[in-house]
């Protein structure tokens, strides 16, 4: 690959406007330089990921004793519907397409994305449905159906709040429709010359396979929503049993986009972690091709596994064991992937910074998860388990412990790429720490509290349940603070951190290739691959040092 001298925001000669220094106002208007569109998506989808994880803090403060005496009845169930769907929706979703749309065309050697209107389009249809879905809170009728809205509750209560949280998710699929096309247009039409689909980074294989299954599922549940929304205005009745529905249908609707929305939440972090370890490890990734993959294979096993989530919905026998089945194959991809992280790592020059500490930490916490993903799997244990916390507990373990963590290890990765400076490692391990201990305090004891009978949902539960609920609510409390050193230092370092270099990690990918932030066309000239195997993360110092033994074993040989 070649690389680029170029300094952060700096103009060559003759000031041509592709390198004019970017301006503040850039990152609030409707820009279409995908950089600035990823930027957009992570600030705003961390503002809603605070006010999220802000609910979420109170849900657990009102569960520190077994009485509604915090937010009560009335409260409850809204402030429960709307940190789910915010998580889901407004934080790690985007989250993901944030990091697509950095580093896809940087990875591949484009200048920016195949549609750069409709990428800046997309962006834009999320503030709206954030903030209509926020407003739905403070109304009188504010939707109280959970993140699933499952009818026949979802027709009978917060029907205005239920139509502002259709409208809200609506606009929400279509921007990640919008940006699936996006993405899959520009792997397969904007690579380099000669770049190949296998010599692409993993995480865009982990794109390629989520965008596949964000334009297969993610219409089924527009229809679903659009469907419901006919119930609740005209008075349908496709999901209203009063009226001959079936609620059934709904969730079999619901289900088919929902249970791939996990892999659409996790297929990115896969890709992320895919490309962290290797760098900091200073190996090459184990397994690349088969890590490549098992990301198509888990978004077609993804498909076919929805029904795992209504074993107590009436599902005949014989097709309980088909989903039994179906869901435990999944976990063989997915095992791939776990083996070649470790191998990559086993052995390896690890740097323990910041981004390898939430990458390791990714995968032992996705680990667990994915363990209870098997046992719920299992249609008798599931039905014993089914809406209680233990299914809590294993929903967080994968999606926080898993999107999450991973989130974090790729900001910290590439924070120098997409801002030209570094974070202070100090505070970034202060951070992972505050964070695997709140985690852990808060999430891994409702596993227990499941086998023992506590169902979700609930705001006033059993008196012996008192000493593990508080221990939730401690760790969700340091869970809250491990954001604020995080804050900190990235604000600090955006202003006043150090300069980062082009390539601060010594990594081989493409978008290490050119100046931290990149120019506005991303490459002042086209790169070119490396002429050997695409060997990205290999220590530079192993191949000095291959490169001596084998010159010492020529003289060795000469004399």
């Known amino acids: 690959m070649t690389t680029t001298s170029l300094e952060p925001n700096t103009a060559p000669p003759g000031g041509e406007p592709e390198h004019r220094e970017r301006r503040w106002i850039d990152f609030f208007g409707f820009s279409t330089d995908h950089k600035v569109i990823a930027i957009q998506y992570f600030v705003t989808s961390f503002i809603f990921y605070l006010i999220a994880g802000a609910m979420a803090t109170s849900i657990r403060v009102e569960l520190a004793t077994p009485d509604p005496d915090f937010l009560g009845y009335e409260s409850y169930n809204g402030v429960l519907t709307l940190h789910g769907t915010m998580m889901i929706f407004l934080w790690i979703v985007p989250a993901g397409a944030a990091f697509a749309n950095y580093l896809i065309p940087l990875m591949i050697g484009a200048k920016d994305m195949a549609f750069p209107v409709l990428n800046g389009f997309a962006f834009w249809l999320i503030p709206p449905g954030g903030l209509l879905l926020l407003a739905s809170l403070f109304i009188n009728d504010p939707p109280v159906a959970g993140w699933t809205s499952y009818p026949p509750l979802s027709l009978v209560s917060g029907q205005v709040g239920e139509m502002m949280w259709i409208l809200s998710v609506l606009l929400l699929g279509t921007s990640s429709i919008l940006g699936g096309i996006n993405f899959v247009t520009t792997i397969f039409t904007m690579r380099i010359k000669d770049m190949s689909l296998y010599d692409m980074p993993l995480f865009c294989w982990a794109m390629l396979a989520t965008s596949l299954l964000i334009l297969v599922s993610t219409p089924v549940l527009a229809g679903a929503l659009i469907l419901l929304s006919f119930d609740l205005l005209a008075g349908t009745a496709f999901f209203n049993p009063t009226g001959g529905g079936d609620p059934v249908v709904y969730q079999h609707m619901f289900w088919f986009y929902s249970h791939p929305a996990v892999y659409i939440m996790i297929l990115p972090i896969f890709g992320l972690i895919s490309d ?85 930490g990714f995968v032992s916490m996705f680990l667990v998860g994915g363990l209870s993903g098997v046992m719920v799997a299992s249609v008798p244990f599931d039905i014993h388990v089914h809406d209680t916390y233990f299914i809590v507990a294993h929903f967080h373990y994968v999606l926080f412990g898993g999107s999450v963590f991973g989130i974090y290890a790729g900001i910290y990765h590439w924070f120098p790429k997409m801002v030209g400076r570094m974070l202070n490692e100090f505070w970034g391990k202060v951070h992972f720490v505050l964070t695997f201990v709140g985690f852990n305090l808060a999430f891994f004891p409702m596993h227990i509290l499941g086998l023992q009978g506590m169902p979700r949902r609930v705001v006033q539960y059993d008196p012996e349940l008192t000493s593990l609920n508080q221990l939730c609510t401690v760790g969700s409390i340091i869970l809250a603070v491990s954001t604020f050193p995080f804050l900190f230092n990235a604000i600090w370092a955006w202003f006043w951190g150090p300069k980062a270099s082009a390539n601060p990690w010594n990594a081989l990918t493409l978008e290490w290739q050119t100046s931290s932030p990149p120019i506005i066309e991303n490459f002042e000239e086209e790169p070119v691959l490396w002429s050997g195997p695409y060997e990205y993360g290999i220590d530079r110092e192993q191949e000095d040092e291959q490169s001596v033994s084998e010159l010492l074993a020529e003289v060795k040989a000469e004399l």
Do not use: C, D, E, Q
Not at 280 to 309: D, E, M, Q, T
């Open 276 to 360: 962290v370890l290797p760098v900091h490890a200073r190996k090459p990734i184990f397994g690349y091709k088969a890590i490549a993959y098992s990301s198509i294979a888990i978004a077609f096993l993804g498909n076919i596994v929805w029904a795992h989530h209504m074993f107590t919905s009436g599902t005949p026998g014989w097709l309980r064991v088909f989903f039994m089945a179906a869901t435990m194959v999944i976990a063989v991809p997915t095992g791939i992937k776990v083996f070649s992280w470790v191998a990559t790592v086993w052995g390896g020059k690890i740097r323990l910074n910041s981004a390898m500490l939430f990458g390791l």
